[in-house]
């Protein structure tokens, strides 16, 4: 596979305001995306998140090193260069971001008029377009009459008009309620598989990354802290903030009050990383030591398919059968065992 | 009430003359004064900083200028741009000398009109705009000005009003139209009756403007 985009050594600085010192948004930034991946970008606001997916199209030009996007550079491209190229490269938003004064075909349409097609091409592609989002009913509607997952399929529609090779998504389910959210993944899916369109998500949504991203990106201060295939990242963290966008969702293992109180409950507490392991590898390791486990603690997340998280169990058993469960398990992931007497005893993965 | 010099009957012809002079003033000035301004205006907001053509030079230059003859009150800048008036159509008398002190002081003030609606234009439609690929030219008139149309149209009919306005002043130096009948007939000689109905008529002229204004601009928002 060829990378459809890829940074080396990329800072973006803006200006401070009066003498302040300049702020640098994106601080020596390398990466490479696949063509054909989804490529999520996930940091907490602040994180330069939306500066680094507007280098990608040219909104902003980097400061220092250089970013190239479908064999063009960026940084360097003439005008009239950058427009061709921001024609291969849709773009949505969290704000839909549609024109208010044209109908929902004159948003679909607009990239095609500026791309030069002619008017009964512009009519015939629009309500093809509108077809494939599921919105062929709306064409003459106003943006201003739709509602929110309308409005971000007539962005989707707009982005993907001139059948761009790349999507970048700015944050676009952030403004959407849950069930929307999951009806446009399920577009956006669609459109990389349909369509082959490599796609650039930024969100602050861990559970984005998880449903949809092949591959993710950790960003926090300017910078890539953590990279890679989506399960790897988040089953082996690098970074600190990594591993606590996971603890997020999966809990990790009991601690304080939790733990004392857990304790109470009587037998033994097994916590396990469902972690290259399945919950049903733990139950059947269980079962062949003769250990039946109920869980009381711990969750454990979708990963594009795959389980992710770390589960703690109740044993009511004898200490040293769960000692040699746990010793079983631990070669392929982590294990620790909690008991009433010794307050903590680990088993290494 | 010395009425018998100036009876209705050699009075309602030289009315007539005068809302034909103010119309055409009114008219003429807002067609020129409203291009003039919206181009200007159009001008100062994609020269901002950070906007479309942002430029500095032009922007402060221009923003200097309109905040200097912007204050200076109407019936002041009449006589005050004298000189160009007589430059440009030989005179500083008549309904068609007065239209040019008008067409200036409008295009100064439709130009911050049409800057302050286009700044109000939300910036992400124009960073989707820019992200399509589209020409900054075309974004600025076929995204930007298309986005503000409802609020532009509301400031065009505050404009009307405020060069009816004008035009009444204009009369004040000679300029004619409905402002010079009042003065003369009305005030100079005393007959509160042609000052009441100048008045009617000028409140007539007004609320067309408005009604037409606020009706256009209903409809372009109703989408």
Redesign the interface.
Known sequence: MSSVISFEGVTKAFPGPKRAPELVAVDDVSLAVQAGSIVGVIGYSGAGKSTLVRLI?G?EKPSSGSVNVLGVDVGTASPSV??????R?G?I?Q?F??????TVRGNVG??LK??GWKRADIDRRVDELLDFVGIGDKASQ?P?KLSGGQKQRVGIA?AIATEPEIL?ADEATSALDPQTTAEVLALLRRINRQLGVTIVVITHQISIVHELCDQVIVMDGGRVVDSGETYRVFAHPEAALTERFVAAVTQGLPEGETLTALLSGGGVLLSVDVNEVTTEDIAAVLDAHGLRGTVVYGGVTDVLGRQLGTLTYRIRAEQDAVRRAAAELSQRTKATIFTGADAHAAVGP | MIRDATSWDSLTPVLLQSIQETVFMVAVTLVIAGAAGLIVGAVLYATRPGNLFANPVVFQTLNIVINLVRPIPFIIFLTAVGPLTKAVVGTTLGTTAAIVPMVVMATVVIARVVEQNLVAV?P??V?????????RL?ILFG?VI??A?APLILGYTFMFIAVVDMSAMAGYIGGGGLGNFAIIYGYQQFDQGATWITVAIIVVIVQVGQFIGNRLAQR?LR?
């Open positions: 199209n909104l950058l427009r061709a190229l921001r024609g490269i773009m938003f704000q971001n549609l024109f208010n004064a044209r607009y990239p500026v791309a106003h201003r707009r970048l | 939300d992400g439609i960073e989707a705009a820019s992200a399509i690929g589209a020409r075309g995204v298309p986005e149309l372009i989408h």
